[in-house]
């Protein structure tokens, strides 16, 4: 038996800091958070569940009433839509994992152990990318067999899914600043859908941009995920070529618009979550 | 001998309760000191400042020779937390939630399982190792949960009310745990609502009320303060009260204690099993009907009744039966 007076090894040796600590502590967070997709399976049924729904319901009740103009066919104007909408919605898991995480005993152990404080927040926006991978596997193939497809190169493709995993990446970090400061999960469903329905709807993800006009037209031009959208349809090909180009500027550099979001996003609510974080596991 | 816990002048408010009220304490290196004290008495808060989960509003604390408001993830590095509620995940098994700890603390990874089997081992946890710590009982969780604390050997350990909600078998095996860990030579902070549990484990008592220590002392001195044991009488008709009153008084050491209803009286005595004979004799030559009479080892409700002069009631001025054992009070 070990005595507990026994001087640990690992415990003298200097441990790297910043952000080497919070990425390594992070991935071992983040497996904890995937086994317990292995052991919950049920959870993940519903997370690919609902894409498909999504892009049937989409496809076959509005795919009549709605019409893009033009030579591509709603479906094929609608997919990249769906995409965009159904990652920015996956930030939800982040937010009610986090606020789970925070009501569980674990949480104090975490917190008595030297590790980064922000190994929680990235442990947890990193395993729901898993999620979101694979409802956009889930909703291409379903796409696919409805109609949709991608017109453009293997490699664009590649970037159009990088593109809206890097964006929902983002949000996941909104959305686990909002876990960490409402008292229950059940909060959280509702204050993710009072933001990102909004976001999604006043968009050109489910209707074209020409659609809108005035002040609304100009949010959604600016809005991002209207540039998420926009730039998936260029990397997928989904672009009619008979309809002219958008003239607003996000529009017109939807993939660099996307990605100065990203970067703001990220500057903000890291520090913000991790500060939070702190708060948050100090006040019980 | 070095200190390796020192807290001193620890404050704390919620609002406008003060859960820590100017807290000193020290716990030598190698001993035991338990917090003795009802809910809300400010035990946790405590562990909670000492083990850098809360800041504290004032005072200052030295654990294992590192500072806890200038560096806390060095104390951290030292220590080993087991709490209230077993900080177990629950999806994750035995053998996995120990790996993450170890590799948490910075462990390789083979250091981290080797070092996770090795203590699923020596918490008698080695057939239950691979199953999802969900399914486990709850004397399994805290055993585990104190694996968790003990995963990088530190030199100091703090347990947050051990065997609170157990049932009694998984609580007199905690206690092995813990007597093992003390004998090996780990320096113990540990709190309880149960003299008892203080009695059987720690070498000094510190005992504490609305966030301050009132008494310190081993076990026996403390009961010695209280009285020692207690003998009492359950009347059958409250009309006896004085007549028994009369014989308590024959044996008692000091004041005899009336509950409200007025049918069970207190006291403490000398000689514990000479006095409980005394009184049968009485009670039986005068023909008085008990429903019940026995003798007891003073309660933390004892001890605090002598110590403070109030029971261990809350800000309320609710009173708590003189029987409970773990009387409820609220912060």
Request: aromatic letters at 4%; zero cysteines; charged letters at 20%.
């Given at each position: 038996m070990t005595s507990p007076t026994t001087p640990a090894g690992p415990l003298e040796q200097a441990r790297p800091n910043g952000v080497v600590r919070a990425l390594t502590d992070g991935w071992v967070v983040a497996k904890r958070n995937l086994i317990k997709i292995k052991r919950v399976p049920e959870v993940l049924v519903f997370v690919?569940?609902?894409?498909?729904m999504f892009v049937l319901l989409f496809a076959f009740v509005f795919g009549g009433a709605i019409d893009p103009g033009g030579e591509v066919a709603y479906r094929e104007f609608l997919i990249a839509g769906i995409f965009a909408q159904t990652v920015v919605f996956g930030a939800t898991f982040t937010g009610a994992g986090l606020a789970e995480d925070m009501q569980k005993g674990i949480i104090d152990r975490f917190r008595s152990?030297?590790?980064?404080?922000?190994?929680?927040?990235?442990?947890?926006?990193?395993?729901?990318?898993?999620?979101?991978?694979?409802?956009?596997?889930?909703?291409?193939?379903?796409?696919?067999?409805?109609?949709?497809?991608?017109?453009?190169?293997?490699?664009?493709?590649?970037?159009?899914?990088?593109?809206?995993?890097?964006?929902?990446?983002a949000v996941s970090w909104v959305m686990a600043w909002v876990g960490l400061m409402v008292p229950s999960v059940e909060v959280i469903n509702n204050a993710s859908f009072i933001v990102i329905m909004p976001l999604t709807f006043v968009s050109n993800a489910f209707v074209p941009l020409e659609s809108f006009s005035g002040f609304l037209r100009t949010l959604v031009e600016w809005n991002p995920v209207s540039a998420l959208t926009q730039a998936?349809?260029?990397?997928?090909?989904?672009?009619?070529?008979?309809?002219?180009?958008?003239?607003?500027?996000p529009q017109q550099n939807a993939e660099l618009y996307t990605l100065i979001w990203v970067a703001i996003i990220l500057a903000v609510f890291v520090p913000l979550s991790v500060r939070q974080y702190r708060l948050s596991a100090g006040k019980a | 001998?070095?200190?390796?816990?020192?807290?001193?002048?620890?404050?704390?408010?919620?609002?406008?309760?003060?859960?820590?009220?100017?807290?000193?304490?020290?716990?030598?290196?190698?001993?035991?000191?338990?917090?003795?004290?009802?809910?809300?008495?400010?035990?946790?808060?405590?562990?909670?400042?000492?083990?850098?989960?809360l800041k504290p509003d004032a005072g200052s604390a030295v654990v294992a020779g590192v500072d806890v408001l200038a560096d806390p993830d060095g104390v951290r590095s030292r220590i080993g937390l087991s709490g209230q509620y077993a900080a177990v995940d629950e999806h994750l098994t035995g053998f996995e939630n120990l790996e993450m700890v170890g590799r948490l603390y910075g462990m390789s990874r083979t250091a981290a399982r080797a070092r996770a089997r090795e203590l699923l081992e020596r918490f008698a946890l080695s057939d239950a190792g691979d199953r999802p710590s969900k399914t486990y009982s709850g004397g399994m969780r805290r055993r585990l949960d104190l694996a968790g604390a003990l995963v990088a050997a530190p030199p100091v350990l703090v347990l947050d009310?051990?065997?609170?909600?157990?049932?009694?078998?998984?609580?007199?095996?905690?206690?092995?745990v813990i007597r093992e860990l003390v004998s090996s030579g780990a320096t113990l902070l540990l709190t309880t609502q149960y003299l008892e549990e203080a009695d059987r484990l720690a070498d000094d008592i510190l005992v504490i009320d609305h966030g301050r220590a009132i008494a310190r002392g081993t076990a026996d001195e403390l009961k010695a303060q209280t009285g020692?044991?207690?003998?009492?009488?359950?009347?059958?008709?409250?009309?006896?009260?004085?007549?028994?009153?009369?014989?308590?008084?024959?044996?008692?050491?000091?004041?005899?204690?009336?509950?409200?209803?007025?049918?069970?009286?207190?006291?403490?005595?000398?000689?514990?099993?000479?006095?409980l004979r005394r009184l049968l004799e009485g009670v039986e030559r005068e023909r008085i009907e008990v429903l019940d009479v026995g003798l007891r080892r003073p309660t933390?409700?004892?001890?605090?009744?002598?110590?403070?002069?109030?029971?261990?009631?809350?800000?309320?001025g609710a009173s708590t039966p003189a029987d409970a054992p773990t009387p409820e009070v609220t912060r």
């Open positions: 690919l569940i609902s894409p498909i152990l030297p590790m980064s404080p922000a190994a929680v927040l990235v442990g947890r926006t990193t395993s729901d990318v898993v999620y979101n991978v694979l409802s956009l596997i889930i909703m291409a193939l379903t796409g696919l067999a409805v109609g949709w497809r991608i017109r453009e190169g293997v490699v664009d493709a590649i970037l159009g899914f990088g593109l809206l995993l890097l964006f929902a990446y998936s349809r260029e990397l997928f090909g989904n672009i009619d070529p008979s309809i002219p180009a958008p003239e607003a500027w | 001998m070095t200190d390796m816990i020192r807290a001193t002048g620890l404050v704390k408010r919620y609002k406008d309760v003060e859960a820590l009220a100017g807290l000193d304490l020290d716990v030598p290196e190698g001993k035991v000191l338990a917090l003795l004290g009802p809910n809300g008495a400010g035990k946790t808060t405590a562990v909670r400042v000492l083990t850098t989960l009310e051990p065997t609170t909600g157990l049932d009694p078998r998984s609580r007199v095996q905690m206690w092995d020692g044991e207690r003998v009492e009488v359950v009347l059958a008709h409250p009309a006896d009260r004085d007549r028994v009153q009369r014989l308590l008084a024959e044996v008692a050491t000091g004041e005899i204690g009336l509950a409200e209803n007025g049918r069970e009286l207190t006291a403490a005595v000398d000689g514990g099993v000479g006095a933390l409700d004892d001890v605090f009744l002598t110590l403070t002069g109030h029971a261990t009631e809350d800000a309320t």
